[in-house]
């Protein structure tokens, strides 16, 4: 084999080693730019072999370099290293039970049935806030006017998650 096909490979495996080292190693871009020049230099070598085989390696490098990045990004939050980087998602709860600090979801699909109900109010709306539903705790917003905690009121429309309420003396 012809030496400089063996330093163009040489040096195409060191640039993509170097480049997944640089995922879990940031260096400030001292690392991308080492490897960047390992695969230049292994585009040059490649070159002085003859023009098909620069074309080819450019090609590789062009598909190679960019899978080993995902790659490296995928593999890396299964690292503890990437395990202390990244925040963990949340916890999923089975409990959807409502409290005075978190009002049910506006988005559930059962608030049109809460259409000419009545409830009480548990927060003041001005215009916004929170009234209880047959024991139930809904975001909603009145008709414009400010209502006290306590007072009784009546859903007048439902748009999508948006309830409105006004005054059930009214």
Not at 63 to 71: G, K, L, Q, R, T
Not at 103 to 131: F, H, I, M
């Amino acid at each position: 084999m012809d030496a400089w096909l063996i330093w163009s490979l040489v040096l195409f495996v060191v640039g993509l080693m170097i480049v997944a080292v640089e995922v879990f190693l940031p260096s400030g871009g001292l690392l991308g730019i080492v490897a960047g020049l390992c695969l230049i230099a292994s585009l040059v070598c490649a070159s002085q072999l003859d023009g098909k085989t620069w074309l080819i390696l450019a090609g590789i490098e062009a598909v190679c370099v960019p899978s080993v990045i995902v790659a490296a990004f995928k593999i890396l939050p299964k690292t503890s290293f990437g395990r202390h980087l990244f925040l963990s998602p949340p916890a999923q709860s089975g409990n959807r039970q409502a409290s005075v600090d978190r009002p049910a979801d506006a988005g559930d699909s059962d608030l049109a049935s809460l259409n000419g109900r009545e409830g009480t109010v548990v927060t003041p709306l001005r215009p916004s806030g929170t009234a209880e539903f047959e024991g139930r705790r809904i975001s909603v917003v009145s008709d414009g006017v400010s209502i006290e905690a306590g007072a009784r009121v009546r859903v007048t429309e439902v748009e999508g998650n948006r309830v409105v309420v006004e005054a059930a003396d009214v």
